[in-house]
């Protein structure tokens, strides 16, 4: 049989079997306390996970509920491995509550910079734009003026060196005097300084160099008109024009933002403040399945609230397929410096059987459950206090199939006794 249809089989009867067992108390045998559990979140003290009870090793039979028997295939089949635990390092976890919010530096607010009556809308509240891409354009007299004052400072500069050209030569000959040719020299140089003054009215006014000295090779006819550009990629999130309305120049006409990358604003209690640095790395998941992110923390506030007795830290979040939307509220796990402990575990090893937290251990012709107590766990692996030691094997891939399997057999146990 195929792993992929055994292990099928096996999960369709795990929740009737479970709940089977439950009433006919057949699990665990004989109920022993294994002690409370004292799973923590890193710094909070407040247990995590609930007390279990024993599962009873088998002394020469095995209790039903507590043995699985299987082949050599069907654990190849199955996927099985057996590991020994050891010593391993856990992360210590701080779980805050946040929010996302649109990173303040990849938000634009376009201004027109001159007043105008709108004459086209190119983008719109969803569209895309590029850095530089036209958004609307304007006609507007008060660029008509600064491009008419542009070109007369042109026509000036061509007046005053072909003077000073003149004036020179005839100065050289000492045919004219030495008063008119510093006087034209004079005029020269006072051209340009308001041609100068003329291309920066004109880039103050948001149009770039390039389009300033294309600026002589258009036509009269292109004088009023004022081109909006974005001055980032992004979205559009606002528009605040219509067609043939009169725009003035400190109007926001669009709100534009990046979005591939956003920030998450965590709310830290003062008590945890100690426990932050710069730089530490952030796990972000939302509480919809959506697949976690990491970060990294970016800032945390000097200050704390009066009314909250919270701070706020800031983490940067990249977001390339835009999942992380602004507004959302998000649980960020901060990971300090991690510490060792003596037997760690995966995870997945550990399963719960009737609110007991067990681990697999091979046994005579199979696998049997041994209830275990735990303490700190990070995102991948959990601390064992007891009932597991280090140096003894036990089924590191594959305890769901395990799980699965030894219910299903305890269930054809209680059909085979007429229940």
Known sequence: MKRKTIIASLAVVLSAAALYVLYHGRIAGAKHAAGPIHGTEAHTGKDLTPPVMEVHEAEQDHEPGTHVSLTEEQIRTLGIVVATAGPGRLQNALRLKGEILLDGDRVAHVTP?????VKQILKRIGDPVGKGEVMAVLESRELADAKAAYFAALERIVLAQTRFVREEKLWK??????????EAKQALATA????RSAKQQLLALGLSMTAVDRLPQQSDTSLTRYEIVSPLKGEVLEKNLTLGEMVESDRVVYRVADMDAVWVRVYVHQKDLSLLRRGMPVRISGDDGMAGADG????????VDEETRTATAMVT???PAGDWRPGRFVTAEIYSESEEFPVVVPKDAVQTIIDQHVVFVPAEEGFEAKAVSLNRS???HVEIVSGLSAEDPYVAEGAFELKAAMLSETLGDHAGHGH
Do not use: A, F, M, T
Not at 113 to 117: E, N, R
Not at 192 to 195: A, G, W, Y
């Open 173 to 182: 000959k000492q045919i004219s005097s030495e008063e008119d040719y510093l």
């Open 113 to 117: 910079y001159v007043s105008g009556h």
């Open 296 to 303: 990294n923390l970016s800032y945390i506030s000097p200050l």
């Open 192 to 195: 340009r300084i308001e041609n």
């Open 317 to 319: 979040l990249q977001n």
């Open 378 to 380: 990070d995102r991948k």
